[in-house]
Each structure stands twice: as C-alpha cells, then as structure tokens.
C-alpha cells in the first residue's frame, strides 16, 4: 500500500431479506479518485482491511458523469452520486451505504422502479398524435425553455425521496422527483393540453397534498431543481381544479 | 395479427425503434441491463444535426450529406447517409413535439450552434445534455405505449445470445435476469440490437459502464458480420480519469472555445494555426492527431504533462451558461477548477466506433431476422463521425428499421420449433455452470484493465502493423488468461462478476477484429491513421472490411464502397472546401 490510503466502511447486504453488515476496505488515494472508482478498485482486489478475501461490492454505476443517476448511494450520511464524490473531498474514512427508501437488491444497489410506476400514473409525457412528419412544434419563448429545461434534467436519482421525512414504510408519498415532471408538462404549450388527467393523479393517493414542506428535497437535488417551485405550483392547480371541478359537475 | 419483437437495449436507438413498432400496433419486448432512463445516450451532450437552415446561411440536406461523407473519408456507403441527411429535419422537429427543451432563439424558434467539419450552424441543443433532453422524451413516448401494454420492459436483463432455426435465421434471444441470474428464451418474430459501441474493450474511454459490446459481440460470434471494426473515433477533448475519460463537448469549441498549448512561452493556437479554414472546429480525428503530434512529437504538452489546454476564459459567462453549463459543471465537479476563470486540461480518448455489426439498407444483418442500429450499426459514419451526428443515426436507424421489421414478421409463416429455444438455453446454462466453477489466480477487472491499457496504446491515434500483430498476439494471450480467472464470488444472486467475466470474453472476442482490421488497411483514413502509409489509398481500400467469426479467429473480406452519388475527393481543412 502507497502511503496515503482511503478507507471505506461499506454496509453490506447479501440478498434483499438477509441482515445487512459493514466492512472495511483501504484503497490506495488518488486525488481523482471517486467513490466509484475506489469501488472498482476493491473489485480488483476484494479483500477487507482485516485481510479477509471476500465478494467483491456490488454496486450500480453507469454514465460516471452526474447524468443516469444511477450511482445514487448515502456517502457519510448524504445522499449523492457516487461518481462525483471525489476522494479528496471525504476528509478521512467515509461510510458508504445504500440509500433506505428504497428495497435493497444486494449491497448498495437498490431498486428503484417504484420512481418510473410513479411517471406512468402521472402520465408524464406529451401525448403526441404521431411520429410521421407533422412540422415543427410549437413556438416557445427562451425564458420558458429555459426555467423548463431546469426540469427537464432529472435523472429519476431518488436523491429527492431519499431525503423527504414524508416518505417512509407507511406513506405513499410519490416525492418531488414526479411532481418536477408533471410541472414541466404544464410548462409545455402541447403538454398543457392534457394538464387536468395529470392533476388527477397528483390528487389521488400520494400526490401533491402528502408534501410536508420540509424542504430538503430542494436541498439534496444534484441538479439544483427548484423542486419546492414545482410542489407549490402543482398544489394550487390541484386545488383550483378541485374547485372547478366541485362546481362544475 | 401483430409482429412480436424483441429490442435489445434501450437507448436513443432502441427507444426509438420501440416507439415507431408500437405505433404501428406491433408487440414490443425491451431489454436493458439498466433502466432505460440511464442507458448511455445520456452522455451525448452538444447536438443533434439538421440542415434546417433557420441562420440564413443557405444551408441544405445535400451540404449535410457532403459534410458527412467528406469528414468519413468516403468510406460510408452513400445512399443511407444521403437517406439520413434528408430525414434530420423532421427528426428534430418530431423531437420537439415531444416536447424536448431545445435551445430557442429570441423568436422562440430553434436555435442552431455549429460543430466541427461543417461551416454551417446545423446543431439543434438542449443546454449540453443533448442526449439525455433526447433519450427523456423517448423514454416517456415509450412508456406511454407501456401503459397501453403494448411495450413489455425487461429492465435488469441481459440478452446473452440470439436463437436460431436450422436455417439460421434469427427466432429469438435467450435472456439472463442480473437479480435472480434466471435464464429464459424469448421468442420473436424479429430481434433487434441496439446495444451501442464497445468503448470498454479500451477500458477506460468516454462511454458509460455498459458499453462493453458484449450483446454485438455475441452476434459476431453467432455469425453476424462486423464490419469497419478497426474506425474507432478517439474524441480530441477528456479529461482523464481512473474510472473513465469524460467527455468535454465539442459543442464548447462551436460556442468559441479554443484549443492551445505553450510555445516558446507564448500561448500558441496551433489547430488555428494548422487549418486555417476550420481552426478549432475541424473533425474529431484532424483535431486528435494535431494533439498527439503537438504533446509527443513536439513535446509542447502542458507542464510536461499528456494534456493541453481548452479555454473558454475568454467567452460571456452568461450566454456560457445557457449553452454549455452542463459540459462545464461536469469539469468543474471533477476537476474541482472552474473552467469559465482556468482552460480546461484535456487530452485524446476512445469514444465511439464508426464499425459495428454490418447491416443492409433497411438495418437488417446478414442473419434474417437479427436487425441492428445505433452506434452498433456501421452504417453512416465511414472512417470519421462528425460530431452531432450520432444522436442522428442512432434516431434515424430506429425509425426506418421498424417498417422492414414489421414485414419481415408479416412474412413468418409458423413458430419455430421449441427444441431450438430448449437446445440454446442448455447451452447458456452449461456455460454458466462452468463460470461459477472458476477458480485460477487472475482478477477478471484486472485483466480487463491490463485489455485495455494495450488496446488504448496500440489500436487508437496511431497505428503500426508490428504493434497491431502484438496487440493480436497479447489478444490471444488474455483468452489463455480469461481460463485463469477466479471467481471471487460465488453467489447466486446479483452476481456482477460472473456476468462481467462473461462479458470479458466478450470483449476479447470483439477486439480482434478491430485490431486485425486495422492490421490488414494499410492506408490512412479518417480516425485510422498509420504512419507507414500516410495516405488514402482509394484504390486498393475504398472497401469495408467485413470480418467474420471463426474459431480460429476472424476471416476477412471487403465489399466495395457504393461511392455512386459524391465522387471521392481529398479531404483538407487547411482550406475551404469548394478549393479542395
């Protein structure tokens, strides 16, 4: 081993009902290095800092840019990408864990489909009338484009669900993450069109009346998505097509 | 009666393809080893071409068409590329019905950036994450179609081989779930690959964890033809990094980002200084070879070091961040500079593969049945691609593959026999019984890394046969060494290792022929650059190269270049190219 090392204290978990246990890893430290390619390194050499030769982590990762969200993991108690948590930023021995509102498939990789069931009871997409050659779409201001494209960057991360205090074992709270898409829908001269049958699911079980405004989604998104701005839009549509629809059936 | 068919891989162009099948009322099967919302086309940052000429510069599909034969080196067959050019427009506009947040100009129009090997402004962009604006839209057309039930995802799975009938046409895949290591046959009517480029048989490159063309790879193997393996496009601006190289777009060198190095203490612009006509924005493989040449012939690399300087210091923050603020947040974040106040420090990397699984006009592989599009085709970019237009073929392959796709089922008159997908599936099972019996000394991730370190050295900018019959022999040697390797673990359940050793073989397979085919083209052309034979050489090699597997290694032959609408012309960006 190289002078200076980076230890990492990973929790384990063999299979998704098994108990799940910490082990110690020391990698070489390389400024460069980011949690994710000290994962690789332990795959190299799987053995644990007590000298134990053991199964390599298991982890997901792909893009190793910050734009697949799929390296989501709890590094020192904050939920992140692991590719762009750099090692010379942990500042000592750094615990690696899977995030929790999610069930565990085996070590630090989750499953998170619950997030993409989420955008199809939403129905977070432009229902388009065709894929032949129909023109141009519609004309959209740059400011519009450019508070949407805010939006338009989420990465179904889950950094969002994994903060929020409302989200436990016995809430349905979907979080913020659809909430960001259904806002963005609205934003779109085309997606405007159906905005009411997105509302009805932001109304029914686990929609938007479940936030307790507790703010950290805002706080923890990599993508800086003014979450909280899309919550408090999404509400007032909510309760302005209740009225509407109270009175107008 | 509907089609059934199966989609392997779920980017740009397997969405796409998904989306236009579904629409036709076909059944859908979707396989991707990650959720289709992380698939690689997320990476794509700077654009997507079309000549919709919205800046008054009298741009037009043919001038595209021109461009992108040109910056190929007249090695792509022209009637697809010609066919594509024509087709981006209405590409771009379905994509913004779609609703992708595209860049507009003050009129609420799209607005257009330039990229290199082109003198026009053609680039439709959403922020620098083009890819991802492209593949989020797909990823919710096609969902909608999910909901509909026409779409079926098996997301976490992993094709491991085409099924064939006893006429070797294609009826099907057998498929593994990365969770449970369960393996099934999945019958179809068609099977098509959309499993994008080998980046990983150089280990470290621009592309994501998945890219190891281990699905293509299988293809080969199964008989499918690959072809231009040895045109792999080293990208002239990465950063370096332990885990991979990431891409800094050519997009910030369109918004007026310039590449330079010290010189005799002075900054010197030497791309601007080399070509005059395309300065910073000549092709990817101009621009690699001018860095290469500057930092190990010339020694100028920055402070000693493999890298030069890419600097956007100069250049409005504001209009910076509303055009490229993706790119530079990713420098920022990973080298921990900020790239509006420091130039970036960049160098040469892998990053995409022209070649690939050879295919007909309507996407088709020599196997019936088995189509393929995306970076797996080889169809459009010949010997060089010019930036943004990737994400074009990609789109482009997917919605013309879906018309053949669909006759091809109408045309299947009964199911196979199900002792064919009986036989395929014992035969994964067996290969996999051995894989958990493995027990040598050798690390399968440390072999991998060791591939592809030789692979980067000798197989990328510059090429001599001598080291290219090495890498060959070092080839072979690592399938000895695969034999060696030790499973270090033995589970059952979400095993990533026995998966990634099976992939590693994979991987061996498919380098040989990128690395014989580079061998056997002694000329140089587009990204394939040897410097004992220094020119194109039209005569002898305006031809693909096909390689075939075989057990004793991969068998070659060429098939001509259909060069019938653009008569070949030498490429030059010192100067314009009407003077060329």
Known sequence: MPEKTQVLRIKRQETPNSAPYYEEFEVPYLPHHNVVSMLMEIRRNPVTRQGKRVAPVTFNANCLEEVCGACTMVINGRVRQACSQLANGLNGPATVEPMTKFPVVRDLWVDRSKMFDYLKKAQAWIPIDGTYDLGPGPRVAPDVQQFGYLFSRCMTCGCCLEACPQINSHSKFMGASVIGQVYLMSQHPTGKMNLDERLEAMMGEGGVADCGNAQNCVEVCPKDIPLTTAIASVGRQTTIKWLRDLFMK | ??????????????????????????????????????????????????????????????????????????????????????????????????????????????????????????????????????????????????????????????????????????????????????????????????????????????????????????????????????????????????????????????????????????????????????????????????????????????????????????????????????????????????????????????????????????????????????????????????????????????????????????????????????????????????????????????????????????????????????????LLEFKERWGRIGLNDKSKWANEEVLFVRQLWNMIELARPITLGALNRNESRGAHYKPDFPERDDANFMKTTMAAWSSDGPRFSWEPVDVSLIKPRPRRYDIEKSAA
């Not at chain 2, 980046?199 to 790879?217: E, F, H, I």
């Not at chain 2, 499918?224 to 050519?250: C, F, W």
């Not at chain 2, 990609?394 to 919605?399: D, P």
């Open chain 2, 1 to 474: 009666m509907p089609g059934h068919h199966i989609i392997v891989g779920g980017g740009l162009a397997g969405l796409t393809a998904a989306m236009k099948l579904a629409e036709h009322g076909e059944q859908v099967d979707l396989f991707s080893i990650v959720p289709v919302k992380r698939s690689h086309s997320v990476c794509a940052q700077g654009g997507i071409n079309g000549a919709v000429n919205t800046k008054g510069e009298g741009d037009s599909p043919m001038i595209h068409f021109d461009d992108t034969i040109y910056g190929g080196d007249f090695l792509a067959h022209q009637p697809p590329v010609k066919a594509m050019c024509e087709a981006a427009p209405a590409i771009i506009y379905l994509f913004d019905r779609m609703g992708v947040m595209f860049n507009r100009t003050p009129e609420g129009l799209l607005d257009f950036r330039r990229f290199g090997g082109t003198k026009h402004h053609r680039t439709a962009f959403a922020g620098a994450t083009t890819g991802q604006q492209l593949l989020y839209a797909l990823d919710e057309q096609v969902r909608r179609y999910e909901a509909a039930g026409q779409v079926r995802k098996f997301e976490g799975w992993e094709m491991l081989s085409i099924v064939q009938d006893e006429s070797g046409s294609c009826r099907g895949i057998v498929a593994i779930d990365t969770r449970s290591l369960e393996m099934r046959a999945f019958p179809a009517d068609t099977t098509m690959v959309a499993t994008g480029g080998p980046g990983l048989v150089y280990g470290r490159s621009t592309q994501s964890l998945v890219c190891t063309g281990s699905a293509v790879s299988a293809c080969y193997q199964a008989g499918a033809t690959y072809a231009n393996g040895e045109m792999v496009q080293v990208h002239p601006t990465a950063m370096q990094g332990e885990d991979k190289n990431r891409l800094i777009s050519e997009s910030i060198r369109g918004e007026g980002g310039r590449i330079w190095t010290y010189r005799d203490g002075k900054p010197w612009y030497f791309l601007e200084d080399m070509y005059p006509a395309y300065g910073n924005l000549v092709p990817r493989d101009i621009a690699t070879r001018a860095i290469h040449k500057v930092v190990f012939e010339m020694k100028l690399g920055v402070d000693g070091n493999p890298v030069v300087y890419l600097d956007v210091s100069h250049l409005d923050p504001a209009e910076l961040q509303r055009k490229v603020a993706g790119v530079l947040e990713i420098y920022e974040k990973f080298a921990g500079q900020d790239p509006r106040k420091v130039p970036m420090k960049i160098f040469p990397a892998a990053h995409y593969s022209m070649g690939g699984l050879w295919v007909d006009y309507s996407q088709q592989t020599n196997i019936p049945g088995l189509f393929a599009a995306g970076e797996c085709d080889f169809q459009y970019h010949g010997a060089n691609r010019l930036g943004a237009n990737s994400l074009l073929s990609c789109i482009h392959a997917g919605i013309i593959a879906a018309a053949p796709m669909i006759g091809y089922a109408k045309s299947q008159k009964s199911a196979a026999s199900s002792q064919i997908y009986d036989q395929e599936l014992a035969r994964q099972r067996e290969s996999f019984d051995k894989l958990f019996k493995m027990s040598g000394p050798e690390n399968a991730f440390a072999v991998w890394r060791e591939m592809g370190e030789i692979m980067t050295e000798n197989v990328t900018v510059v090429r001599y046969n001598d080291k290219l019959k090495a890498t060959d022999n070092k």
